[in-house]
């Protein structure tokens, strides 16, 4: 009896598990756990300015990469230190630019799909919290197997 009782409760269990489906996260979900632990919608999108400072270290290349971005509203500004110079890009609202050791020193104007790149950075955390006021699209693509 109680062996049966048991190979009964087993199956049913098993039986169970293989009619409920698996569980898996849209890319929604994902967002939404993100704004929640950045401390939710409102607090995201009253950041005004954040400024960035770190390093890279290129262990091939054996040197370091110093790395400080700033960003306000529309508007980004990334300045690299490395041996052999300093490099910067730069959006301000309507167009991207460089200047570096690749640029003589000079100002650039960016092409246009390295403009969109820096204009995207320019939205800030408020594209985390609300990116469909931004036209913008993230994709859950899951591990490689």
């Not at 999108?45 to 954040?50: G, L, M, N, P, W």
């Not at 910067?88 to 640029?103: C, E, I, P, R």
């Not at 995207?120 to 699209?137: F, V």
């Amino acid at each position: 009896m109680k062996k049966s009782l048991l190979i009964s409760t087993v199956v049913l269990l098993v039986v169970s598990f293989m009619a409920t489906p698996a569980y898996s996260q849209s890319m929604d979900d994902i967002l939404a756990k993100w704004v929640k632990a950045s401390g939710g919608k409102e607090k995201l999108e009253s950041i005004k300015s954040r400024t960035l400072k770190g390093s890279i270290d290129i262990i091939m290349q054996g040197m370091t990469l110093e790395m400080t971005s700033y960003w306000k509203p529309g508007k980004v500004r990334h300045h690299f230190t490395f041996a052999m110079g300093e490099f910067s890009q730069l959006y301000d609202g309507k167009k991207a630019w460089m200047k570096g050791v690749n640029t003589q020193g000079k100002l650039m104007e960016l092409p246009e799909e390295m403009a969109k790149d820096l204009a995207n950075q320019a939205y800030g955390e408020g594209i985390i919290a609300n990116p469909k006021k931004y036209g913008i699209t993230f994709a859950f693509k899951g591990k490689k197997k």
